[in-house]
Each structure stands twice: as structure tokens, then as C-alpha cells.
């Protein structure tokens, strides 16, 4: 028998609650499984395709569930409500009066409990409890560099075995977790979400990165993917591409957000949409050019201007509209900051799904259903019949992807464009840069 409230374990700031269930059972030296008795669960803990538990499966309480962790940890109650974001959700299948006062517990996956989660800092962690033990917090995706350690954090939800990427090599990447908090306050002074501005920035410059592949003169992102990768991404660039993105273009994400914020770009914005007379964008956007200096790539602006799909488009058109008075026509949001569903980027877990899947079903190309929303499925239903019928799956589908709908593979693929050099020249130049070519 178990017994409880002789060893104190303290809750981190942000912590799921069975993160920190699986803390205390360390603390008195058992399996999780024990401890976990103590709350009669109903439902079991989300798993990965593969089988393993899902880091960010989470659990919440009941009135009793919640008495009875408290006096586990050793702490009150008040600590682990301010700590533990879940700890006061309710969930109503537990919280009934006829099931209240037995000491129960169920499992939910974290982001429909209280957010996204990430992994936590073991050498943090260790600071902070004495245990260096594996922690998972409700961290936004803008706060996920480790200031003290240079790491950055990652998705706790993916089937994939890296809590954290090295930030050794990348100081800019450091860096612009700093500048964030000034971009967020400045956010704030707008009367902007700081999430929603980086949201709209992250889908942006998301969409770039798989453009990327394409553009002869990216020389930035090839480099950090190497150095996120301890040096040599090599045969598994497109894994890497997966999972170093956020961390490779964290600083032109920062860099977007600022811009999108400052009054000067949308001035420049007003007067490239030809102010009360609307013009037609021309290649030599100034916008473009002007974002495109902002994130140190100077050439940058053509190629945005070609870009018809990007969530740019829509923060520009509020911007032009709300100065020409005009009132959005439906399906057009008044608000700048607004992300449409079909333009969020597709996260870590969701690609390394359709990776998975693929390799495992040898790559049919069907698996694009795991991740592209319903409502793009049937257009690409037909395209994908369509070409069936008259050859050319990927070229006809890859023309769908140019014009803004999702790549029927779902993960980041390069954009194929007969003007432009193929993937492989992405893949010549990383070996370039790395010295072996
Ligand atoms: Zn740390």
C-alpha cells in the first residue's frame, strides 16, 4: 500500500497533470501504472499508430481525483491550480454528482485539455526538482527556445523519439526568442493576440519553407537544417524538414510578426494596392520586397508576388479594405489577423503520420486524407480521378498545390515549377554548403 504525502513533489509552471503524476511515482521510486491506480479511469491514455503512449495524453480529475493528487504531492491545492493547467477542468462524463465522490480520472490528449504541449528542459526540470526526468508543459509555439540551455522544445504530440533540438550553432535562433517578447508587447500595444500575430507569421513563413525547396537562392534555411540535425541531415532531409522546421524558421517567423505589426508595412501595403484605385500586384511589389529585406533575403519579393495562396494575401486585403471603407465580401474576413482553417500549416505530428503511412503503404499517395481538411478532399478527389483517366497524377496535383489548394500528400513538398531548378538542387546546394559537393 501506497503511502501518501511523505515525499513533496512540486508541480512546474505549465506542467500537464500527468506529467506530473508520472513525476510522483518517480519521486517514490514506482511505475506510473501504480500510482495511477489510485483514480479509477474509465478510458485509457491516447497512443501513436506505432503503439507507444502519446506524451501529451493527459488526465483530469474530478473533486475527489484532484484531493487526492494534492495530497500525493504534498503540496495544497491552490499550488497545483496555479501550476497545473488542467487540474480544474471539468470533465462532465467524471464530474457528475453521483460520481463525485469516488476519486476518478480520465484521459484526454492535452491540446483538447487546456493547449499544445511540449517537452520541458530535462537539465531545467533537474534544476527546478532535483529530478532529470522527462516533463511535458502547455507551452505556446512561440516561447519554445530554452534561453538557459539554448534548446528549442519540441511538439510533445509526434510519434518521434527527440524531446529537444540544439541551439549551439544557431544563436539567431536564441536570439529571436528574445526579440519575441518585444514583438509580443508590441502586439499587445496593438490590440493583437501576441498568438494570433505569430500564428498568421508561422503560417506564412511555413508556407515558404516548403517553397523553399524551389528557390535557387536560400541559402539560410539549408544551413540551420544541417546544424539542427548535429550536422549532416543527409538521407533523412525530408525527416529533418519535418522536424526542424519550426526551429529553422523561428527567426524569420519573429521577423514576419514584427513587420505585420508595424504601421510603415501596412502603409506600403495601402499604397502598392494602389490606394483608393485598385491596381493589379505587379512582380516588383513593393510590399514583397520590402518583407522580403526584412527577413534578409533581398530577392525574395518576386517570388511572394507569385505566390496567389499565401495568408499574406488576406492580411492585406483587411488592411486595403477596412482603409477604402469597403465592407468584406463574404468569405473575406474583416479581420487582418484572421488564419483560415485551409491555411494552417500542417504541424510535426500530422506529416510524420502521412510519412509513416507512406512508407508503410509504399508510398500510393492516398494517404493525403490523414491531414487535408474535408471540404479540400473532394476537389482533390477529382483531380487526382481525373488524372487517372489521362495520366500525370503528381503534375496535375502539383498545378492544384501552385493555385493554393493543399499538396495531396499533406506534408511539405516541393513546388514544381518548369522555370525552376527541381528539389535535388536543394539537396546539391546543402551538400555545397556543407563542403562536399
Ligand atoms: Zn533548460
Known amino acids: 500500500m501506497l503511502t501518501v504525502g511523505v515525499l513533496r513533489t512540486v508541480p512546474l509552471d505549465g506542467e500537464l497533470t500527468s506529467s506530473l503524476i508520472n513525476r510522483v511515482a518517480a519521486r ?18 491516447a497512443r501513436h499508430d506505432g503503439g507507444g503512449i502519446r506524451a501529451d495524453a493527459e488526465i483530469v480529475l474530478n473533486e475527489a481525483g484532484r484531493e487526492a493528487l494534492a495530497e500525493l504531492c504534498g503540496v495544497k491545492r491552490e499550488v497545483l491550480t496555479h501550476a497545473l493547467p488542467a487540474f480544474a477542468v471539468d470533465d462532465p462524463k467524471i464530474s457528475t454528482s453521483q460520481e463525485a465522490e469516488v476519486v476518478h480520472a480520465r484521459w484526454r490528449v492535452a491540446s483538447t485539455a487546456a493547449g499544445v504541449a511540449a517537452y520541458g528542459c530535462r537539465l531545467c526540470t533537474a534544476r527546478r526538482t532535483g529530478q532529470a526526468l522527462r516533463a511535458v508543459r502547455y507551452v505556446p509555439r512561440g516561447q519554445r527556445v530554452c534561453l538557459r540551455h539554448g534548446r528549442w522544445l519540441l511538439d510533445a504530440d509526434a510519434d518521434q523519439p527527440l524531446e529537444h533540438l540544439g ?10 526568442q528574445r526579440r519575441w517578447s518585444g514583438v509580443a508587447r508590441r502586439a499587445v ?18 508556407r515558404w ?13 539549408p544551413r540551420r537544417l544541417h546544424q539542427l540535425a ?3 541531415a543527409g538521407s533523412r532531409l525530408a525527416w529533418w524538414q519535418i522536424v526542424g522546421r519550426d526551429a529553422a524558421i523561428f527567426p524569420e517567423v519573429v521577423a514576419v510578426a514584427d513587420a505585420l505589426l508595424d504601421p510603415a508595412m501596412a502603409e506600403v501595403a495601402w499604397q502598392a494596392s494602389g490606394e483608393m484605385k485598385p491596381r493589379a500586384r505587379r512582380a516588383d511589389d513593393p510590399f514583397g520586397h520590402r518583407l522580403g529585406e526584412r527577413v534578409g533575403r533581398t530577392w525574395l519579393g518576386p517570388e511572394l508576388a507569385a505566390d496567389h495562396g499565401s495568408p499574406l494575401n488576406g492580411w492585406k486585403g483587411a488592411i486595403v479594405r477596412a482603409r477604402r471603407h469597403e465592407t468584406g465580401t463574404p468569405g ?29 503503404s509504399g ?14 478532399r473532394f476537389r482533390i478527389t477529382q483531380l487526382v480521378e481525373e488524372a487517372r483517366t ?20 499533406g506534408a511539405p513538398q516541393p513546388q514544381w515549377r518548369p522555370d525552376r531548378p527541381s528539389p535535388c538542387a536543394y539537396r546539391r546546394r546543402s551538400r555545397r554548403l556543407r563542403g562536399d559537393a
Not at 541551439?167 to 529571436?176: G, K, M, Y
Not at 491555411?343 to 509513416?356: C, E, F, I, N
Not at 508510398?363 to 479540400?376: I, L
Request: hydrophobic share 40%; charged share 20%; glycine share 8%.
Open 390 to 409: 489521362a495520366g500525370g497524377v503528381a503534375r496535375r496535383a502539383q498545378r492544384h498545390h501552385r493555385r493554393g489548394g493543399p499538396h495531396p500528400a
Open 230 to 232: 548535429g550536422g549532416d
Open 189 to 206: 500595444h496593438a490590440g493583437v493576440e501576441p498568438d494570433r500575430a505569430f500564428s498568421l507569421a508561422h503560417a506564412v513563413v511555413a
Open 332 to 360: 473575406w474576413p474583416e479581420d487582418p489577423w484572421h488564419l483560415k482553417r485551409e491555411q494552417q500549416p500542417a504541424t510535426m505530428a500530422g506529416q510524420l503520420r502521412v510519412m509513416a503511412a507512406e512508407a508503410q
Open 363 to 376: 508510398g500510393s499517395g492516398t494517404r493525403w486524407r490523414a491531414t487535408v481538411p474535408a471540404e479540400q
Open 209 to 221: 519553407w516548403e517553397q523553399a525547396l524551389s528557390w535557387e537562392q536560400e541559402e539560410i534555411w
Open 28 to 45: 517514490y521510486r514506482l511505475p506510473a501504472s501504480s500510482v495511477l491506480r489510485l483514480w479509477t479511469s474509465r478510458n485509457s491514455a
Open 167 to 176: 541551439l549551439r550553432l544557431l544563436p539567431e535562433v536564441v536570439a529571436a
